[in-house]
Nanobody, 125 residues
């Protein structure tokens, strides 16, 4: 059974930075796309970023492009999301997820079959 555990969320002022981590266990990590999604109260879960199995290809939502960076360390079964220049509208619960494939562009949540429990990110103005 694959388990994903996120950490690194918290409260930060607008313009600040946070680094989220997601550690995977119980299954294969290095051959699948890993993604980050977020969900704000009253809104649907939305795609943030994903990274290919090798780490060589990344894809971002337009709303975070240039501010967020996704990376992975397959030796540590860990994926990261570095978030800079945070804005109040980035406030949400952030989830990491393992996709069903190792390559391609997968922005729909249905393309992911394992999810973490989420970590809260709150950006104050």
């Amino acid at each position: 059974q694959v388990q994903l555990v996120e950490s690194g969320g918290g409260l930060v002022q607008a313009g600040g930075s946070l680094r989220l981590s997601c550690v995977a266990s119980g299954g294969t990590f290095s051959t699948f796309i890993m993604g980050w999604f977020r969900q704000a109260p009253g809104r649907e879960r939305e795609f943030v970023a994903h990274i290919s199995w090798s780490g060589g290809t990344t894809y971002y939502a337009n709303s975070v492009k240039g501010r967020f960076t996704i990376s992975r360390d397959n030796a540590k079964n860990t994926v990261y999301l570095q978030m800079n220049s945070l804005k109040p509208e980035d406030t949400a619960v952030y989830y990491c997820a393992r996709a069903r494939l190792g390559f391609g562009i997968i922005i729909n949540p249905s393309g992911y079959n394992y999810w973490g429990q989420g970590t809260q990110v709150t950006v104050s103005s």
